[in-house]
């Protein structure tokens, strides 16, 4: 087993690096000859590591160093190897933006947990959505909208009162943040295989941004999402601490 160790910038985790590469040198490499990526810190570290080691397939094991770790494991400096031969994998595809602004420059991002459309001034968004090529909402008014993965359902997502979606269910989430109108709209659920389109209304008088996680984009005047097949990334867990569990007991804490 080759392993490659990398690390937030926390005391903890720098802390923590230290010490698991003095006790597993012999098992460390560079990571393009790596086996496993260790990834300490908390959850945006893990969304770090994901994109950038995304090209190479290699899969991630997380263990917990930072505030939030819902993609982590637990820390442990004992039995390492042994638990990186046990644990499990999980693959994730990753959704795809597409964002043009209003001055026509084009992005392309990846999402591992959403892409989410804010108004970037005092003034609510207008937003129209349509889906594979059909108009839905003519003009969405509210804070904004996101599309949610199954694996990023249960962050912002769910703290705009969007639904946790299992695992493998191929189903996103498309969610709507603080709407005033529709006022009965609460979003919806919608295949993975799906293509969403978001056309901003009065982009001028009233920008919007556009992030696939920690990428934003500034006065966009539309955005395409859809799930990137063609990319595969791979968390590893303890059998005892899959995440798929946990995304199904996030549903049951009160």
Known sequence: ????????????????LKELTEM????????KHADVIIALGGDGFMLSTLHQYKGDGVPVYGMRRGTVGFLM???DNENLIQRLKESQITTLHPLK???????????????????????QTRQSSRIGISINGQDKISQLVGDGVMIATPGGST????SAHGPVLPLGSDILALTPISPFRPRRWKGAIIPSDAHIKFSIKDCDKRPVSATADN????????VEVFEDRTVALRLLFDPEHRLEDRIINEQFII
């Not at 597993?24 to 990571?31: C, D, F, L, N, Q």
């Open 97 to 119: 933006m597409l964002a043009t602004t209003t001055h026509g420059h084009h992005y392309e991002a990846l999402a591992i947990n959403e892409v989410s459309l804010l108004r």
């Open 1 to 16: 087993m080759k392993i490659t160790i990398v690390a937030s910038r926390s005391i903890n985790s720098q802390k923590s």
């Open 73 to 75: 494991n637990r820390y």
């Open 215 to 222: 990428f934003e984009v500034r006065d966009v005047d539309s």
């Open 155 to 158: 962050a912002y997502n769910l």
């Open 24 to 31: 597993y040198a012999e098992y460390i490499v560079p990571e």
